[in-house]
């Protein structure tokens, strides 16, 4: 082997740096930094891998492997991508393949393990396919399905994943998705006088003729023909005529005589609403103040906080702002908590900026992404909207990123490395872009207001609604008292029910919320108290009463509902605590007439089910919604003037030193979506704390107080922003073995930490999930240490731990900066 040229490739694998490869004469001419690669590893295996590096250092501890193909011609990663893996990688702890694997999109990377499917059979031009491609083509014409490990039998390794790209560049195969969902359109029934009449006077007459034996459809048509004049081409709905006295009965012996025709039309939900783009609105005085100030903070901060309290406008500013960087020649990034709060922002930003926009939706299938992810790259947009995962497109230009909801914990990402903070990440990629960084919200969370107090950040306030409309009338209801007088139904005081039927009888729309779903939390045995838990996590279960069900909420476990007590045979089971459905069914027994609706994930599964869920509270078929925390974020509707909190103390109770600050966000921005367009609205907030500082806080909105208290004892048990955490999560199937090894690992880090700063090992709430045990340990970095050097510490502490086999099996998830 006489190269000495070697590339450093990045693999979706969770070991730690890149690999290196070896390089020949032909491959230096095409080989890019960021470019897709097809390379072996280890015995078998074939991966996708991006190029990360090129250099002369000939490794001297292994034999290299050469590159098997080059997937494409130009990078797909760029370098500032790159570079923001890396980053991520070392500042969360985990490999730099995991962040590849989480930031790539799957249809991209194409590995022994992924499935391709036959889309178009029919291909004939076989002369355009090369040997390989119509062997491949040939089995998946016997087979449909082939998985990349069987092409390389086909064919050979080498070229089982450049083949398949071939095949998939040509639109003769796709990525296999068993998840693939579709979007069913809205079908509406129209009518309309049969074609055939139409100019046929003798035809028309005829027909009158025979209906003379049918006077109701005799008018019904007569009554057609003078509406059809009215709405001059326009199509007529079926429910519309039939509110106009017609019935369908009639419409249907009319449609059989061959009088009138019904068809079908596609009513569009979501793409329907796309006007024509148009101006943004005037921004009024104080909105404009904020902008100004904003522009003004930005000359040398590079993170401004606009704190405006709900309804006052902030999406207006976004706008504005977007403008402005745009046409300067840059692109905007805006990201929001979740997908479901853009339904009504994409219709906002689009209609002003069109298809300059790209909308990164987390329902995304594989391809929809990769269509993305190409668009981006080649500058098609000027607007992406997307959530936190949207920061790992390939950007170029970036001149300002927005996190609208700042504060909202959805942006940590929990469920896949690496956990990031898309609030922290964004200011990360701003400053590696030369971007700035807004963010927004009506209750900025403690560390962002905290940063902006210090002018770390800069600060601008909006205290006023659109149309100067004051903030909603919030007040208290005692549940203990209403308990204790007998003013309460169930789960609605009185107070509460009488507000809604006044609500309802000025046919406006009330939305409730009650944080916990399923029916009631936990169901228990009124004879021997047993409550039934989740065989494989240390939870109760909860009752979903619509599917009859006792389901796990962590594990996914579900089994019928019992009958008779699992302990001791007893026929009373009862349930304790409300849920969501409890309080559907609820709402639904004091108000019949009422159209009730739930949101929460069970209601919401499907991939449009949120859109239409909006469509239909706009159209007003919605009376009365009810939701978990999904109805807090940024709902806009003009027709709210009430809002219901059931009860809110588990939000006041729960064990964590964020629960306060939770509470008077969550109760702040549901209280928010109340009186948004014409008078003030009001709120009422069940709780049998009704004396609770936070609630009297939420009442007279104040913010500023409120954090005064919790930055204070923040400092005073060594929490953020006074502190750094670092939590090591330890799981295991034995506990025994689990609590040995957290032990023996804080026994290593003990002399480096005061012990105030050295937490556990302890269980944490929920002790065990999906027949684990866990164990968490937490490490408070202080400011007067180097997080960097703890970093390097926590790494080498557990190389140490593993040296001993037995702590090995115990996994480790280090979790940075954990919410
Ligand atoms: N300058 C303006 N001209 C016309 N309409 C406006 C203007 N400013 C705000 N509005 C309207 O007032 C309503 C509330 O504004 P917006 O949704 O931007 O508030 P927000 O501060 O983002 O609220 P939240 O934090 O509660 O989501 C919207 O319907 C918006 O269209
Ligand atoms: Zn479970």
Same mark, same amino acid.
């Given at each position: 082997?006489?190269?000495?040229?070697?590339?450093?490739?990045?693999?979706?694998?969770?070991?730690?740096?890149?690999?290196?490869?070896?390089?020949?004469?032909?491959?230096?001419?095409?080989?890019?930094?960021?470019?897709?690669?097809?390379?072996?590893?280890?015995?078998?295996?074939?991966?996708?891998?991006?190029?990360?590096?090129?250099?002369?250092?000939?490794?001297?501890?292994?034999?290299?492997?050469?590159?098997?193909?080059?997937?494409?011609?130009?990078?797909?990663?760029?370098?500032?991508?790159?570079?923001?893996?890396?980053?991520?990688?070392?500042?969360?702890?985990?490999?730099?393949?995991?962040?590849?694997?989480?930031?790539?999109?799957?249809?991209?990377?194409?590995?022994?393990?992924?499935?391709?499917?036959?889309?178009?059979?029919?291909?004939?031009?076989?002369?355009?396919?090369?040997?390989?491609?119509?062997?491949?083509?040939?089995?998946?014409?016997?087979?449909?399905?082939?998985?990349?490990?069987?092409?390389?039998?086909?064919?050979?390794?080498?070229?089982?994943?450049?083949?398949?790209?071939?095949?998939?560049?040509?639109?003769?195969?796709?990525?296999?998705?068993?998840?693939?969902?579709?979007?069913?359109?809205?079908?509406?029934?129209?009518?309309?006088?049969?074609?055939?009449?139409?100019?046929?006077?003798?035809?028309?007459?005829?027909?009158?003729?025979?209906?003379?034996?049918?006077?109701?459809?005799?008018?019904?048509?007569?009554?057609?023909?003078?509406?059809?004049?009215?709405?001059?081409?326009?199509?007529?709905?079926?429910?519309?005529?039939?509110?106009?006295?017609?019935?369908?009965?009639? !419409?249907?012996?009319?449609?059989?005589? =061959?009088?009138? +025709? /019904? %068809?079908?039309?596609?009513?569009?939900? *979501?793409?329907? &609403?796309?006007?024509?783009?148009?101006?943004?609105?005037?921004?009024?005085?104080?909105?404009?103040?904020?902008?100004?100030?904003?522009?003004?903070?930005?000359?040398?901060?590079?993170?401004?906080? !606009?704190?405006?309290?709900?309804?006052? =406008?902030?999406? +207006? /500013? %976004?706008?504005?702002?977007?403008?402005? *960087?745009?046409? &300067?020649?840059?692109?905007?990034?805006?990201?929001?908590?979740?997908?479901?709060?853009?339904?009504?922002?994409?219709?906002?930003?689009?209609?002003?900026?069109?298809?300059?926009?790209?909308?990164?939706?987390?329902?995304?299938?594989?391809?929809?992404?990769? +269509?993305?992810?190409?668009?981006?790259?080649?500058?098609?947009?000027?607007?992406?909207?997307?959530?936190?995962?949207?920061?790992?497109?390939?950007?170029?230009?970036?001149?300002?990123?927005?996190?609208?909801?700042?504060?909202?914990?959805?942006?940590?990402?929990?469920?896949?490395?690496?956990?990031?903070?898309?609030?922290?990440?964004?200011?990360?990629?701003?400053?590696?872009?030369?971007?700035?960084?807004?963010?927004?919200?009506?209750?900025?969370?403690?560390?962002?207001?905290?940063?902006?107090?210090?002018?770390?950040?800069?600060?601008?306030?909006?205290?006023?609604?659109?149309?100067?409309?004051?903030?909603?009338?919030?007040?208290?209801?005692?549940?203990?008292?209403?308990?204790?007088?007998?003013?309460?139904?169930?789960?609605?005081?009185?107070?509460?029910?009488?507000?809604?039927?006044?609500?309802?009888?000025?046919?406006?729309?009330?939305?409730?919320?009650?944080?916990?779903?399923?029916?009631?939390?936990?169901?228990?045995?009124?004879?021997?108290?047993?409550?039934?838990?989740?065989?494989?996590?240390?939870?109760?279960?909860?009752?979903?009463?619509?599917?009859?069900?006792?389901?796990?909420?962590?594990?996914?476990?579900?089994?019928?509902?019992?009958?008779?007590?699992?302990?001791?045979?007893?026929?009373?089971?009862?349930?304790?605590?409300?849920?969501?459905?409890?309080?559907?069914?609820?709402?639904?027994?004091?108000?019949?007439?009422?159209?009730?609706?739930?949101?929460?994930?069970?209601?919401?599964?499907?991939?449009?089910?949120?859109?239409?869920?909006?469509?239909?509270?706009?159209?007003?078929?919605?009376?009365?919604?009810?939701?978990?925390?999904?109805?807090?974020?940024?709902?806009?509707?003009?027709?709210?003037?009430?809002?219901?909190?059931?009860?809110?103390?588990?939000?006041?109770?729960?064990?964590?030193?964020?629960?306060?600050?939770?509470?008077?966000?969550?109760?702040?921005?549901?209280?928010?979506?109340?009186?948004?367009?014409?008078?003030?609205?009001?709120?009422?907030?069940?709780?049998?704390?009704?004396?609770?500082?936070?609630?009297?806080?939420?009442?007279?909105?104040?913010?500023?107080?409120?954090?005064?208290?919790?930055?204070?004892?923040?400092?005073?048990?060594?929490?953020?922003?006074?502190?750094?955490?670092?939590?090591?999560?330890?799981?295991?199937?034995?506990?025994?073995?689990?609590?040995?090894?957290?032990?023996?690992?804080?026994?290593?880090?003990?002399?480096?930490?005061?012990?105030?700063?050295?937490?556990?090992?302890?269980?944490?709430?929920?002790?065990?999930?999906?027949?684990?045990?866990?164990?968490?340990?937490?490490?408070?970095?202080?400011?007067?240490?180097?997080?960097?050097?703890?970093?390097?510490?926590?790494?080498?502490?557990?190389?140490?731990?593993?040296?001993?086999?037995?702590?090995?099996?115990?996994?480790?998830?280090?979790?940075?900066?954990?919410?």
């Amino acid at each position: 082997m006489n190269t000495t040229y070697f590339a450093e490739i990045i693999l979706p694998l969770s070991l730690d740096g890149t690999f290196t490869y070896h390089l020949y004469e032909e491959d230096l001419q095409q080989i890019k930094v960021g470019q897709r690669v097809a390379v072996p590893f280890g015995t078998q295996k074939l991966y996708t891998g991006v190029v990360h590096s090129i250099h002369q250092n000939k490794p001297e501890l292994y034999k290299t492997k050469a590159i098997h193909a080059f997937l494409d011609n130009e990078p797909l990663v760029t370098q500032t991508q790159i570079k923001f893996w890396e980053w991520m990688s070392n500042y969360y702890m985990c490999s730099l393949g995991d962040v590849f694997r989480n930031a790539f999109p799957s249809a991209l990377k194409l590995e022994s393990q992924t499935f391709v499917r036959l889309i178009n059979a029919e291909f004939s031009a076989i002369d355009e396919l090369n040997d390989y491609e119509f062997l491949v083509f040939e089995a998946l014409k016997l087979r449909q399905i082939i998985s990349v490990e069987e092409a390389a039998l086909i064919v050979d390794e080498k070229s089982a994943i450049p083949t398949l790209k071939l095949l998939i560049d040509k639109g003769i195969i796709c990525l296999d998705e068993k998840l693939s969902e579709k979007y069913t359109p809205k079908i509406d029934n129209y009518v309309k006088i049969h074609p055939d009449l139409k100019g046929n006077d003798q035809a028309f007459i005829a027909i009158l003729d025979q209906l003379n034996k049918a006077p109701k459809q005799r008018e019904t048509l007569l009554q057609l023909i003078t509406l059809e004049t009215q709405l001059q081409g326009k199509p007529l709905k079926v429910a519309d005529f039939v509110k106009q006295g017609a019935t369908n009965a009639v !419409l249907k012996s009319l449609a059989e005589k =061959g009088a009138v +025709e /019904i %068809y079908q039309f596609q009513t569009s939900r *979501v793409e329907g &609403k796309e006007e024509e783009t148009s101006e943004i609105s005037q921004l009024t005085l104080k909105q404009n103040e904020a902008l100004t100030q904003i522009k003004t903070q930005f000359v040398d901060k590079s993170t401004v906080l !606009l704190h405006g309290v709900t309804s006052s =406008g902030k999406t +207006e /500013i %976004y706008l504005k702002l977007m403008e402005q *960087v745009i046409a &300067k020649g840059n692109k905007v990034l805006y990201l929001l908590p979740e997908i479901s709060v853009t339904t009504q922002i994409v219709h906002r930003i689009k209609k002003h900026f069109g298809d300059k926009v790209g909308v990164y939706h987390s329902k995304f299938n594989q391809n929809e992404r990769v +269509e993305l992810w190409q668009k981006t790259l080649n500058g098609d947009f000027d607007i992406i909207i997307g959530p936190r995962t949207a920061l790992y497109l390939p950007f170029d230009n970036l001149g300002m990123i927005i996190v609208d909801e700042e504060h909202e914990s959805s942006y940590k990402q929990m469920d896949v490395k690496p956990f990031f903070h898309a609030r922290d990440m964004a200011m990360l990629l701003g400053g590696l872009m030369n971007a700035k960084v807004l963010l927004g919200s009506a209750t900025p969370s403690a560390e962002s207001y905290y940063n902006a107090i210090n002018q770390k950040y800069g600060y601008v306030e909006l205290n006023e609604r659109f149309g100067n409309i004051k903030l909603p009338e919030i007040k208290i209801v005692d549940l203990k008292k209403a308990q204790k007088e007998k003013e309460i139904t169930d789960d609605i005081s009185h107070i509460l029910r009488d507000e809604i039927v006044e609500q309802l009888k000025d046919k406006k729309q009330v939305i409730l919320f009650q944080n916990r779903r399923g029916y009631a939390p936990i169901m228990e045995c009124n004879t021997c108290g047993h409550t039934p838990e989740c065989p494989n996590c240390d939870v109760s279960l909860t009752y979903h009463k619509f599917s009859n069900q006792l389901k796990c909420h962590y594990c996914g476990y579900v089994q019928a509902k019992p009958i008779r007590c699992p302990s001791c045979g007893s026929h009373e089971l009862n349930t304790k605590g409300i849920g969501t459905e409890q309080i559907e069914h609820q709402v639904q027994a004091i108000f019949p007439e009422a159209k009730v609706r739930r949101m929460d994930v069970d209601a919401m599964r499907g991939k449009f089910a949120y859109e239409k869920l909006i469509e239909d509270f706009e159209n007003h078929e919605i009376d009365i919604l009810i939701g978990t925390q999904m109805i807090t974020k940024g709902f806009d509707f003009g027709n709210v003037n009430f809002v219901g909190v059931i009860r809110a103390d588990s939000l006041l109770n729960f064990p964590d030193f964020r629960a306060h600050e939770k509470a008077f966000q969550l109760l702040t921005q549901v209280s928010g979506r109340a009186g948004r367009r014409q008078e003030q609205g009001k709120v009422l907030i069940q709780s049998f704390q009704a004396e609770h500082q936070i609630l009297q806080n939420v009442t007279t909105y104040s913010y500023a107080p409120t954090m005064k208290d919790i930055l204070y004892e923040r400092k005073e048990f060594l929490y953020p922003p006074f502190t750094r955490l670092i939590n090591l999560r330890f799981k295991h199937k034995n506990k025994e073995r689990l609590d040995k090894t957290a032990e023996q690992l804080v026994t290593l880090l003990k002399a480096s930490f005061e012990s105030r700063c050295l937490l556990g090992p302890e269980a944490p709430s929920i002790g065990r999930i999906n027949n684990l045990y866990i164990a968490d340990v937490m490490i408070k970095i202080r400011p007067n240490q180097s997080p960097q050097k703890v970093k390097d510490l926590i790494r080498q502490k557990i190389e140490q731990l593993h040296t001993i086999s037995a702590f090995r099996s115990v996994r480790i998830d280090i979790d940075v900066d954990p919410v």
